[in-house]
C-alpha cells in the first residue's frame, strides 16, 4: 500500500488551546457568583412620591407651629383620621375610621367599605391622614395605602392627598 503523506501545516496557522479557555471562563464565572452581592429589596422600589404640599392652612404669614394653643394640627382642613395599631409581631390588631371608639373596622374588607360610605358622602375631604404605630410591618401598612388609593370622592375624583404619621407615644 502507498504510504500517504502527512499534510504538513503551514506556519502562520495556530492552534488554539481550548481546555485552557475553557478553564478560564469558568473560573471567572465561579468567581462573579460567589461574589455577587444582590442589593436589598427595598432599594429597588421605585415610589413616585406626591410633590411636597402644606398640610395646615396657615393664617396670614404666621410661621407654621407658632401658635401654641392649637393642639390639632389639622384645624380648618377636612381630614379623614385613619388609626392603624399594630401587635408586637408587626402585624395590624387595630384599625378606626375617624373616632377610634366608634369607627373601628376589622379587617382590610372593612376598611374599604367604611372609606366607600364615608368618602361617598356630600362632605369632602381634603386629605386622608394614617396615624400608624411603629410595631406595624411596611407590607401590612402598604395594603392599607392600597385600599386608600382605590377609593374615589364624592365628586369622582380618585383619593390622592395622603399622609402618614406616627401614632402620639409610639
Same mark, same amino acid.
Request: hydrophobic letters at 40%.
Given at each position: 500500500?502507498?504510504?500517504?503523506?502527512?499534510?504538513?501545516?503551514?506556519?502562520?496557522?495556530?492552534?488554539?488551546?481550548?481546555?485552557?479557555?475553557?478553564?478560564?471562563?469558568?473560573?471567572?464565572?465561579?468567581?462573579?457568583?460567589?461574589?455577587?452581592?444582590?442589593?436589598?429589596?427595598?432599594?429597588?422600589?421605585?415610589?413616585?412620591?406626591?410633590?411636597?404640599?402644606?398640610?395646615?392652612?396657615?393664617?396670614?404669614?404666621?410661621?407654621?407651629?407658632?401658635?401654641?394653643?392649637?393642639?390639632?394640627? @389639622?384645624?380648618? !382642613? &377636612?381630614?379623614? $383620621?385613619?388609626? %392603624?395599631? =399594630? /401587635?408586637?409581631?408587626?402585624?395590624?390588631?387595630?384599625?378606626?375610621?375617624?373616632?377610634?371608639?366608634?369607627?373601628?373596622?376589622?379587617? @382590610?374588607?372593612? !376598611? &374599604?367599605?367604611? $372609606?366607600?360610605? %364615608?368618602? =361617598? /358622602?356630600?362632605?369632602?375631604?381634603?386629605?386622608?391622614?394614617?396615624?400608624?404605630?411603629?410595631?406595624?410591618?411596611?407590607?401590612?401598612?402598604?395594603?392599607?395605602? &392600597?385600599?386608600?388609593?382605590?377609593?374615589?370622592?364624592?365628586?369622582?375624583?380618585?383619593?390622592?392627598?395622603?399622609?402618614?404619621?406616627?401614632?402620639?407615644?409610639?
Amino acid at each position: 500500500m502507498p504510504r500517504r503523506r502527512k499534510k504538513r501545516r503551514m506556519p502562520s496557522e495556530v492552534e488554539l488551546n481550548v481546555t485552557a479557555m475553557l478553564d478560564m471562563a469558568f473560573q471567572l464565572l465561579t468567581f462573579f457568583i460567589l461574589t455577587f452581592r444582590p442589593s436589598p429589596v427595598e432599594g429597588d422600589v421605585m415610589l413616585r412620591m406626591p410633590p411636597p404640599m402644606p398640610t395646615t392652612i396657615v393664617p396670614g404669614g404666621e410661621k407654621a407651629g407658632a401658635n401654641e394653643k392649637n393642639t390639632n394640627p @389639622l384645624q380648618g !382642613l &377636612d381630614t379623614l $383620621l385613619i388609626t %392603624v395599631v =399594630g /401587635d408586637p409581631s408587626g402585624a395590624i390588631s387595630m384599625m378606626a375610621v375617624g373616632d377610634p371608639e366608634t369607627g373601628t373596622v376589622s379587617n @382590610l374588607t372593612a !376598611l &374599604d367599605q367604611k $372609606l366607600k360610605s %364615608v368618602l =361617598g /358622602d356630600a362632605t369632602a375631604f381634603e386629605q386622608v391622614t394614617i396615624q400608624v404605630g411603629s410595631s406595624v410591618h411596611y407590607g401590612e401598612l402598604m395594603q392599607v395605602i &392600597d385600599v386608600c388609593t382605590r377609593q374615589r370622592l364624592s365628586n369622582g375624583q380618585k383619593l390622592s392627598k395622603m399622609n402618614m404619621v406616627e401614632l402620639p407615644g409610639g
